[in-house]
């Protein structure tokens, strides 16, 4: 088992910056892939970022320039580094962990991201 616990979110102004943290527990040698992904109330799930054990990454076109992921293999925590924010960023974010045959699906709790004046 994985257990996945985001922490950093919280109120933040347009334009400014914050950091999530994602840390995994458990069979941690078994995650290939982490990534981050956002449901705004009344919208879909949608992925931001994703990054492999070997440094493959993906964004969204939407966060694209400004939102970093990264990723530490020995701590077995992803980061997600979210600058020059904006209102439309708001959401509820979720850590995502899958082994590489994707036999498997973990999901953290979420963390509230809210940027506004």
């Known amino acids: 088992q994985v257990q996945l616990v985001e922490s950093g979110g919280g109120l933040v102004q347009p334009g400014g910056s914050l950091r999530l943290s994602c840390g995994a527990s458990?069979?941690?040698?078994?995650?290939?892939?982490m990534g981050w992904y956002r449901q705004a109330p009344g919208n879909e799930r949608e992925r931001v970022a994703s990054i492999t054990v070997s440094g493959i990454i993906t964004y969204a076109d939407s966060v694209k320039g400004r939102f970093t992921i990264s990723r530490d293999n020995d701590k077995s925590t992803v980061y997600l580094q979210m600058n020059s924010l904006r209102p439309e960023d708001t959401a509820v974010y979720y850590c995502?962990?899958?082994?590489?045959?994707?036999?498997?699906?973990?999901w953290g709790q979420g963390t509230q991201v809210t940027v506004s004046s």
């Open positions: 458990g069979s941690v040698r078994s995650i290939y892939t």
């Open positions: 995502r962990g899958r082994p590489a045959d994707r036999s498997q699906d973990y």
